[in-house]
């Protein structure tokens, strides 16, 4: 675990995350935490980190995510010398998930 981020805070949010039990409730939980721009981002991020994983090329992610080579290049610095926490996380999301969609606009969380 990286150092710099271990903190009281940080597990407070790390622990409450942990304690969400169904989709709804996590919408819920990030609606209130987070800004529509910052869960924004946080998805993209990962969208991409599943991308790069299944090999695709920096232009197919620019083209279909939207997400800038700046942000590309830090999330596959991550997937190569992280934590190996995308890779966990992708092999407990259920086979059966269709993956990501494209983000139309249409379902932005409510007032933002």
Do not use: H
């Amino acid at each position: 675990m990286n150092e710099k981020i271990k903190g009281s805070s940080v597990e407070f949010l790390l622990r409450a995350i942990l304690a969400l039990e169904t989709l709804e409730e996590a919408y819920n939980f990030f609606e209130d935490l987070c800004t529509v721009q910052e869960l924004k981002a946080i998805s993209q991020r990962i969208v991409v980190a599943k991308m790069l994983s299944e090999k695709r090329v920096y232009s197919d992610i620019v083209r279909e995510t939207g997400a800038s080579t700046a942000t590309i290049s830090r999330v596959n610095r991550s997937l190569i010398y992280g934590s190996d926490g995308y890779e966990r996380v992708f092999n407990r999301i259920p086979n059966d998930w269709s993956g990501p969609v494209e983000d139309t606009g249409e379902d932005a969380v409510a007032g933002e």
